[in-house]
Structures are given as C-alpha cells and as structure tokens.
C-alpha cells in the first residue's frame, strides 16, 4: 500500500536534519559572541566556554535562560530575544554573588578538608540547588524521600 514509505522517510530525515544543522549553525554563531559584561568569570572566557557554563546553571536551577536574563519577545517570532550582557535582572545578581560564594567555599573550606576520601573535590550550584530555583533546606522536606527508602 505505501510502496514509496522508505522514500517518504528518507525525505523526511534529510529535511528534519536540515532543520537540526541550521539551528546547530545559529547556536553556534551565538557562542562566537564575545563576551563583554564578564565581572566574576574571568574576561577572557570565550563565547563558547560561557554558553557551556551557562548551560550547566540553568541546568543546576531546572530554568531557561530567562530566568537570569533580560529578554523581549518579538512580533510573529516564536523565540524572545536576549540581552544576555544586561545587568537589569535581581536573579543575574544574584548569580554572580552565587558564583563568588561557592569559590569561596571550595577555596576555603573543600580544599582544605583533611582525612577521609574525598572524591567530589568541589561543589557546584547543583550541590545545593539540584534543579531547583530555591534549594530545598529543610530536614522536613527529605522525609518523603526517606520513607520511600525505608520502603526498599
Ligand atoms: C542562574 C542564572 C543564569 C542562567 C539560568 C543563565 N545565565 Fe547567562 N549569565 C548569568 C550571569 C550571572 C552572567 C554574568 C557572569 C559574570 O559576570 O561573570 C551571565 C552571562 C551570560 C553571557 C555573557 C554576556 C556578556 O556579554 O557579558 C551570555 C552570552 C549568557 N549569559 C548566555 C546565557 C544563555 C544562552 C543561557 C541559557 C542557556 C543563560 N545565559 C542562562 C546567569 C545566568
Ligand atoms: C551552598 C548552597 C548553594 C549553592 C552552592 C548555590 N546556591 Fe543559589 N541559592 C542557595 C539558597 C539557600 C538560595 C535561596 C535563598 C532564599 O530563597 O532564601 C539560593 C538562591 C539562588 C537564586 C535566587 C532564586 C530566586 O528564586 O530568586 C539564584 C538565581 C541562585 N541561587 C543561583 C545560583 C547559582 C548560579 C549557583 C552556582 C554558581 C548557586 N546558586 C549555588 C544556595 C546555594
């Protein structure tokens, strides 16, 4: 009944991989940005290695870019566009105080930890975030975890 099917998918593949390859090519310019508002990472950390911390923070938080990010959406495009060198969001401060306190913590406190295994090394935003905006601190929130561990 579908004598052309494997033709049809292979039209099909080969249009979806040009959608992926433009997209990948539009990422791709956008990491050769240079950065130009750089006050915590050092100045001279490339387009490209910024993007990849970036997306390691919005990871740790379970956010977009537009958490941290002043952005404005644009007529008839679905994709807002970014100001990522603007300073006019709380949470990018915030983030950068962020930053400047968990190299405090490694450089003061993990690194000189003595004795024991220590395999971690250091922490990160995950450590204390794991995919949350606002990291769970109370003991009380764990215990639905535990019981469920108690379970097994
Ligand atoms: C949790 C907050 C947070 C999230 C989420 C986040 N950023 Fe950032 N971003 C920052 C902070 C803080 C800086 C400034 C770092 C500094 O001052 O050293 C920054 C800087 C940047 C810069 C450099 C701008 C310049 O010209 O100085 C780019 C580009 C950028 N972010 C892109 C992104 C992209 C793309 C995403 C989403 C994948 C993203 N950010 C998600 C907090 C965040
Ligand atoms: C030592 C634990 C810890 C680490 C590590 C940590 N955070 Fe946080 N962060 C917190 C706590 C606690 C709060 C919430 C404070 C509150 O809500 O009262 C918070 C709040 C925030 C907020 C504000 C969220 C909001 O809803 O306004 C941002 C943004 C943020 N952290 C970013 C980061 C980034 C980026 C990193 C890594 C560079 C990081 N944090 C690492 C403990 C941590």
Do not use: W
């Not at 911390?53 to 919005?58: H, L, N």
């Amino acid at each position: 009944m579908f004598p052309n099917k494997k033709i049809t998918v292979t039209i099909l593949l080969a249009v979806s991989m040009g959608f992926v390859q433009s997209f990948a090519q539009k990422e791709h310019d956008h990491d050769e940005e240079k950065p130009k508002n750089l006050k915590v990472l050092s100045s001279n950390t490339s387009g490209r290695e910024v993007h990849k911390i970036m997306k390691e923070y919005s990871r740790a938080l379970g956010v977009r870019c537009g958490f941290c990010h002043v952005s404005e959406k644009m007529e008839g495009q679905e994709r807002p566009r970014f100001d990522f060198a603007s300073d006019n969001k709380p949470e990018k401060i915030t983030s950068r105080n962020m930053m400047k306190m968990v190299s405090a913590i490694n450089e003061n406190y993990i690194s000189k930890m003595i004795g024991g295994d220590h395999t971690l090394e250091q922490i990160t935003c995950v450590t204390c975030h794991m995919g949350n905006k606002t990291p769970v601190v109370k003991v009380s929130d764990l215990r639905k975890d535990e019981k469920e561990r108690d379970r097994d």
